[in-house]
């Protein structure tokens, strides 16, 4: 963006060692910067900062950035991959990728929730910061640590390969020069050729620093050479040291030394030196593998991550926002996640819960509103009956007929009252049950004869076809005589004149079945699953059944569950409807058979 320049902050990071962290930071502060992004000049200019660019081979880098890497290592030959990465380019290159594919619609790397319209478009923007610090840690630590352990390991190795020969040559060759058992031609003849094999230069040098001996030179005896400064002690309890050799090379060089010694005296030592630049090309050899296989590894990981990020992330935020969605009290809201894993299990249990409680909370409404109505419509008949007997719109001699409306109207609250009692004392887990061993078939006549009025003023004929004298069932007697009344109570209400309602029990293995048949108006089949529900009355009911309250089939539902047991209804409209239940059978009644 034009507020820090890399290369110049390269070179002072470099000059200043001590202090460079400070300086980069001092000068990143000034940028308006993303985490990010700064995260990424950081990697960038250590890179650069702590490189010293080794040769590659080839020919040289066009442009500005070949003028400014000469300017450091001079003309040489253009860098290799491994080079490219010790030298910070290519995390450089990977940087501006990053920047241009994750950055390019996010200014500075931020993030406008107000902007996210989906959360599907929202999931992949958090995961590219996260994703983009990844590669440029994975960068930082390859490029600083992976490069110089390399090169440690392979300068060892070829140190304790040289060393092994400087030792074999003290021993054989240099040991008999000082003991005067070979001439000096010999001596040279056969370093030239080890030192050819060895691909280095092979030295003898006296304890004074005076050169005996060297491959790369013809032997002259006249003319003394003097390695001034020489000091047999540099290295320091080890056996190679890393340098210019006391300033006779004008590159870096690996120098192995080996002590000749006679009569428990050092004579000299053999000297190996091996050019840095052979070790440094194995090395780069080994790191352009290393970083072949981390790119490779890091495109495997955006692979994995763009799954992950369709399969698992997206999915999850869905399930999230659909979560905070239902806390919000919007039990209305639909998400969908197209997947037959746990996730997506999940995700439909949710939806299905959501649609279970807002169908609970539109009953619950529905609830409310028809208690109110029904609770409504018989207080303002009876406030309209007594207000206009005190009025004297209904003369005195009318009276006792208006009065025993009102005591209908008064029958019917107490009715909806006590039902609606019963109803919230009727839960399937909570229900407290009266269990006995009873006689179903005596339950059904005493229960059948509490209607012989209304069927009489009907000529309505109730048949009962029950199973034996006596059916011993294992349930709550009342909760049971309950049941029957309700489904007799509705089969007679909705049943025609000169009609038949058949009442039958059948046994099948430990089961009693009893139906309750009637002839009459039937249910609608879209009407069926609801009739079950508090309150809830058919349109072809709403003619015939101007005092029920709705709430009897949804009481004999709940005593039924309370059981265990199931109860299922056949109708045809027109034709009529058959309700049938199950029981247990008792045990008293097994071991009789």
Known sequence: SGCVDITDLAQNVRQKRKSGQNVLFKAVKKAEYSPSRILFLVATVNCLATSKFPIGMGATMPGTITSYYQGLVGPEDYLGIADFCKAGILPLIVGVIYCLI????????????????????????????????????GFIIVTTFVPNMTKEHLIREKAESLYSEATLIAGTYAGGLYTSETTLETVKMQLDSLAVYLNSEIRIINPSGRLVLDTNSPLDVENVVVIENFDSTVTSGSYYIVGDFFGNFDSDVLTVFAPITSNYKVKGYVVIHTDMNDIQKSCNSLLNISYITLAILFLLSLIILIFFTEIVYIPLRKITHATEQYAAGNMHYEFQVDSEDEIGYLASCLNYMASEIARSEDDQKKFVANVSHDFRSPLTSIRG???????????????????????????????????????????????????????????????????????????????????????????????????????????????????????????KK?????????????????????????????????????????????????????????????????????????????HQEDEED
């Open 102 to 137: 994750f950055y390019k619609l996010i200014p500075n790397g931020t993030i406008d929730k107000s902007q996210v319209k989906d959360v599907k478009d929202a999931a992949p923007i958090s995961r590219k910061d996260e994703y983009f610090i990844f590669g440029v840690f």
């Open 385 to 507: 009956y007594l207000e206009a007997m005190l009025d004297g719109t209904i003369p005195p001699e009318m009276h006792e007929k208006y009065i025993t409306i009102v005591l209908n109207e008064t029958e019917r609250l107490t009715k909806l009252t006590n039902s609606l009692l019963t109803l919230n004392n009727l839960n399937t887990k909570g229900m407290l049950l009266d269990k006995t061993d009873f006689d179903i078939n005596q339950v059904i006549r005493n229960t059948a004869s509490t209607f012989e009025g209304t069927c009489h003023n009907k000529s309505i004929a109730i048949e009962m076809i029950l199973t034996g004298n006596e059916m011993y069932v294992h349930a709550d007697m009342g909760k049971i005589q309950q049941v029957l009344y309700n489904l007799m109570d509705n089969a007679i209400k909705f049943s025609h004149h000169d009609s038949v309602i058949h009442i039958e029990t059948s046994e």
């Open 510 to 586: 430990n089961k009693l079945f009893v139906s309750v048949k009637d002839t009459g108006i039937g249910i609608p089949k879209e009407d069926l699953k609801l009739i079950w529900d508090r309150f809830y009355k058919s349109d072809l009911s709403r003619g015939k059944d101007k005092k029920g309250t709705g709430l009897g089939l949804s009481i004999v539902k709940e005593i039924i569950n309370a059981h265990d047991e199931h109860i299922n209804v056949i109708s045809t409209p027109g034709v009529g409807s058959e309700f049938i239940f199950s029981l247990p059978k008792s």
